[in-house]
């Protein structure tokens, strides 16, 4: 059962008091007291964990600091949509908001190469009116030869150049929790230029370890991609994880299922789950082509697959695009050959603008 809080509400105040005194005497049910502190106002969530199914909801609407009583109807606590459940997802990160409604696309490098490919990346995305982007600087690697990433030793460019063409949020995949502070500290020498978003990989779905220590920070969100062979119900408790330790800015990233069965693709393409997880959870959903599909192979229209399966995703709902370019594909440290061109950001940008209309009038359908 999850008791919302009137917005603001006074820690120290007698009607706050009353409450907890009230939900402290209550046999057999634990309180954990969730704050998100926003720019307007802070809202106070209490989960009660335990036996709540005899609890009276009216009862504990009825005290003068609770705006609503919710019942939990699903696993996934704090990051599930339950019945009745009205709150609203999303947050804002850097002056960027993140939301079921609104709709970002972050181009990038998979693997940071070279200063010059970032700071050629990070230009053609100003050019085009972009504010986020990928950059890889740990890299999970299949084979223990291959290259890993620059790690540390790239975040000082990284940071200073996403800062100079005005990047608000980089999506930079962690491998390991220590990562977390190299990223905060890169980011605190250069003086917080711009912001980060943590990205836990499909291959650390279920490292529960990991999950837990960046759920601990609430300093940067978080991007869960979906394990790639493991269930969705087993892939949103993972999220929730994040959530249970106190971070919900959490999105959600679908970026295909390993499988034969997706072949020629690298995954098969599992954006049919978009709106299943906004039906399922409040997590804005980003959807991953790159990684999806593989490659940069075109149907005969002339269109890649790459730029037909993101449409796919679009036009579902989703909140996201997290997608590889690079100035020069060839000369990609890793995932060179599904990585779009800077000469096809525009084109990339457009076509994704198109689908992102066209689903924002196919809600105007459902309410005429
Ligand atoms: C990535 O986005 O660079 C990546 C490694 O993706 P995934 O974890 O989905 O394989
Ligand atoms: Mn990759």
């Known amino acids: 059962m999850i008791v919302i809080l009137k917005p603001d509400a006074d820690k120290k105040s007698t009607a706050y008091r009353r409450l907890s005194d009230y939900l402290a005497q209550l046999p057999n049910i634990k309180c954990r007291v969730h704050e998100e502190v926003g720019t307007q106002q802070t809202l106070t969530e209490i989960y009660l964990v335990g036996d709540t199914s005899t609890l009276d909801r009216k009862e504990i609407e009825a ?96 940071f200073e150049l996403a800062g100079k ?61 979906r394990g790639f062979g493991i269930t969705l119900e087993e892939s949103l408790n993972a999220a929730e994880y994040l959530a249970s330790e106190g971070n919900r800015n959490v999105i959600f990233c679908l970026r295909g299922m390993k499988t034969n069965m997706g072949d020629p693709h690298r995954n098969l393409v599992d954006f049919a789950h978009v709106p299943v997880v906004k039906r399922l959870t409040h997590m804005p959903v980003c959807i991953d082509p790159s990684h999806s599909v593989g490659s940069r192979a075109a149907a005969p229209d002339g269109i890649p697959d790459l730029f037909h399966v993101t449409a796919q995703g679009v036009i579902a709902g989703a909140n996201m695009v997290l997608v590889d370019f690079h100035p020069e594909p060839a000369k990609a440290l890793v995932d060179g050959p599904q990585a779009l061109t800077l000469e096809e950001l525009p084109w990339f940008l457009e076509d994704v603008k198109l689908v992102r209309d066209t689903y924002e009038r196919r809600r105007k359908l459902v309410k005429s």
């Not at 009116?129 to 790239?154: D, E, L, S």
């Not at 949020?169 to 491998?175: G, L, S």
């Not at 499909?202 to 220590?213: A, G, H, V, Y």
């Open 165 to 225: 063409y005005g990047i608000k949020v980089v999506a930079m995949e962690i491998t390991h929790d220590a990562h977390i502070a190299e990223i905060s500290e890169a980011l605190e020498r250069a003086g917080n230029p711009t912001g980060v978003m943590l990205q836990i990989g499909t291959r650390n779905t279920q490292n529960f370890e990991l999950l837990k220590s960046a759920g601990r920070q609430r300093r940067f969100p978080i991007l869960l991609k």
């Open 63 to 158: 005290f003068e600091v609770v705006d609503r009583v919710v019942r939990v109807s699903r696993e996934y606590r704090v990051l599930g949509r339950h019945k009745d459940d009205t709150r609203a997802g999303g947050f804002e990160y850097n002056g960027v908001t993140f939301s079921q409604d609104n709709f970002h696309v972050f181009a990038g490098l998979c693997a940071v190469s070279t200063r010059e490919h970032v700071e050629q990346m990070c230009r053609a995305l100003k050019a085009h009116g972009q504010v986020c982007t990928r950059m890889g600087a740990y890299k999970p690697r299949t084979n223990p030869y291959a290259f890993q990433g620059h790690g540390k030793n790239c975040l000082p460019y990284v």
